[in-house]
């Protein structure tokens, strides 16, 4: 999947020992599909050299608002027109302060204010040292460029180059390119408050042993990054998965079911979405036992009983909050065959405007799927692909719900 196809960017590397990050970066943003022009200022060019962010964008850098080979002489407006987005990756405490006053006395700063600004945006991840972070003019600096129209994309907290820590790092080049891709994505559920379930849940047997099952919470994990993209705010709880917190994303850890109704009742009083995708373990031992149960040599199984545990979709869309319109809840259903059939049914059973079904031995750990988007009008199909497109298109699907809605 190329997230950043046919989009053209201009890389802007201000000063500061960040710009060792900024050639991975690059590299990700051309895999990623994007065409890259880089713009480097006097002081980036101190701690990377041009030659390898030429090999790595595959188009000559550009240094000098001076540039002899620019046919019209005018190298800072022929750089944005063509362009998507510009990022400044790093951005450095002296530039910000660039763009705060509007100066414009080297190429990169040059073309960030000659850009068309309605159209091209900003984007910033600055990279200093903390005490050059936190300080108040910086901090002046960055609220004047973001009321300017640019976009700050964070700053990373831990080890610095310097010696110190804290806040101030460069993101990581994996965490800079979500992120431009997210400022493409339609803002679709701007002012939304979407609540994900993802996962598995994990029922005790005694303290060393329980029962799961084999959901990896990939789709419930795209469908939140989706959904932050689509500019929502997110709460994902999540059972027990390895999987990084998609960013901007307010996660919530759980064990067992009655662990995740009770994070999915509290989350659920401000959300104005529900999906439910977590694989809830339908059924949980009676007893956990506080020891674990020992083999003791005489060939007798322990003897399990079972309870079933609360189905905590139908609760949350029986609450007042869902009957009244104001939390739109969607249920998934794995299955194994019959996919119409049982979605339809459960749709009804569940008490869900929409319900999405899958086949869950297909797409159990994989990176793709199918999907079955089944209402009370009838069923549509979206049809195999990469989990975060089929996120994304689901949440284009329910965007329009309840727009339609309101
Ligand atoms: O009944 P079944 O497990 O097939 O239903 C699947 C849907 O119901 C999913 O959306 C799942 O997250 C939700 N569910 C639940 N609580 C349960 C069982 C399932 O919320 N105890």
Request: hydrophobic share 45%; aromatic share 4%; glycine share 8%.
């Amino acid at each position: 999947m190329k997230d950043l196809a046919g989009k053209h960017l201009v890389l802007v590397l201000t000063g500061g020992v960040a710009c060792y990050k900024a050639a991975e970066l690059c590299r990700l943003l051309v895999k990623a599909g994007a065409t890259v022009q880089v713009v480097m200022s006097d002081a980036a060019a101190q701690f990377i050299t041009p030659v390898t962010m030429q090999a790595l964008s595959q188009h000559p850098v550009r240094l000098s608002q001076w540039d002899a080979d620019e046919p019209n002489a005018m190298g800072h407006i022929n750089l944005t027109r063509a362009a998507d987005a510009v990022l400044v990756a790093p951005c450095s405490a002296d530039f910000m302060a660039k763009l705060a006053q509007g100066r414009a006395d080297d190429l990169p700063s040059l073309l960030c204010l000659a850009r068309p600004a309605q159209r091209v945006p900003l984007l910033l991840a600055p990279a200093m040292n903390r005490e050059m972070w936190v300080h108040p003019a910086t901090q002046r600096n960055l609220a004047q460029a973001v009321a300017d129209g640019a976009t700050v994309l964070g700053v990373g907290c831990g080890e610095q180059a310097c010696g110190e820590s804290g806040d101030g790092r460069m993101l990581e080049p994996q965490q800079i390119l979500a992120a431009v891709v997210a400022s493409f994505q339609p803002k679709l559920l701007q002012g939304q408050h979407v609540l994900v379930s993802a996962g598995p849940t994990y029922e005790a047997i005694d303290p060393v042993r329980g029962i799961t099952n084999l959901s990896s919470g990939k789709m419930g994990f795209a469908i939140a990054r989706a959904a932050r993209e689509a500019g929502a705010t997110v709460t994902l709880v999540a059972g027990p998965v390895h999987l990084a917190t998609p960013a901007g994303v307010q996660r919530v850890d759980v064990v067992s079911a009655q662990n995740m109704l009770l994070a999915v009742m509290e989350q659920g009083q401000k959300a104005t979405v529900f999906v439910s995708t977590a694989a809830v373990a339908d059924w949980r031992p009676a007893q956990a036992t506080d020891q674990k149960i020992k083999k003791d040599g005489s060939g007798q199984v322990p003897q399990l009983s079972f309870v079933e545990n609360p189905d905590i979709l139908a609760t949350l869309a029986q609450s007042p909050r869902a009957q009244s319109g104001e939390l739109f809840c969607v249920g998934f259903a794995a299955e194994s065959h019959d996919l119409l059939a049982n979605a339809q049914a459960k749709r009804l059973r569940k008490g869900v405007p929409l319900l999405v079904g899958n086949i869950g031995p297909a797409t159990f750990g994989q990176d793709d799927n199918a999907l079955l988007l089944v209402d009370a009008q009838g069923a549509r199909e979206l049809p195999r692909s990469d989990k975060l497109s089929l996120a994304r298109e689901l949440i284009a699907d329910i965007a329009s719900r309840i727009s339609a809605k309101g």
